[in-house]
């Protein structure tokens, strides 16, 4: 039985993946950050999961989480791991705390890092392995108000081109997947955002609802996450897959091809008018 570990698998991207991959028959490690998440996912999957509880940024509990992964695999290895989980904090670079932008990248950056090497030696003893880290259509694209995410992603899609240059001495693939819009409960934590408070006293209020409005809009072009769950299967049955995929819709597509120069003014024009 092939096998696949997804952090960040409470809902979302994350928790599609984890139903797919129990669904085709893999045995399928999703990381939660508590108990009562890793039993409602256990009832939606079945039998072929395993929750693993433990935050990507904290290194004792991924260590321990590698050990019972190895304990279950034995000598077969891991085939693949799929680096999903993420945060989000939004406000303007000018304002922003340090401590704030820490945290994203913690997450972010070093929480995939964190994973890749405890988990790595799992992936090693695989004849086949992949790594999958989840990037976003924010990894190419700077979006005003969420530099915090941006830069984060960014970071992630440059580690992820050394680590696939590396990694090929082992054999193994590493892979970017960068989503458009895809439905999620981020949504409902993004509808929750206190920034306009946060910064109401800055030069950045009117900006700030703006650029909300137009983030809330991209909700109604949202993709289902089980069109990156089937990629992800697309990706790890390739035996040549390509360094980065793209899952979004055909607006979040269009964005990408518009010439830097353009979105500049488009966006100027935006958190201006």
Known sequence: MKSILVTGSSSGIGAAICEHFSQIGWKVFGSVRNQNDGDK?????????????????DINAINEAANLVESHLG????????????????GPMEYVESDEVRKVFEVNVMGP??????????????????????????????LPMQGSYCGS????????E?????LQIHNIKVVVIGPGAIESSIWDKFEKDEKEEQ????????????MDGTLKRARSIAIPAHRVAKKVE?????????????VA???????????????????KRLLTK
């Open 234 to 246: 697309k990706i790890v049955n390739s035996k040549n897959p390509k360094p980065r995929y793209v």
């Open 153 to 160: 992603k960014f970071a992630l899609e440059g580690m992820s």
């Open 249 to 267: 819709g055909i607006t979040d597509k269009m964005l990408n091809l518009i010439p830097r120069k353009i979105l500049d003014r488009a966006f």
């Open 162 to 166: 050394s680590m696939r240059r590396e």
């Open 75 to 90: 000598k077969n290895g891991l085939n693949c791991l799929v680096n999903n989980a993420g945060i989000n904090i939004s």
């Open 199 to 210: 910064y109401k006293d800055t030069e950045y209020t009117s900006a700030i609802k703006k």
């Open 41 to 57: 996912l256990t009832d939606i999957c079945g039998e072929n999961f395993t929750p693993l509880i433990f935050d990507v940024t």
């Open 113 to 142: 890092l964190n994973c890749s090497q405890s988990f790595l030696p799992a992936l090693k003893k695989s004849t086949s392995s992949t790594i999958i880290n989840i990037s976003s259509m924010a990894g190419k694209i700077g």
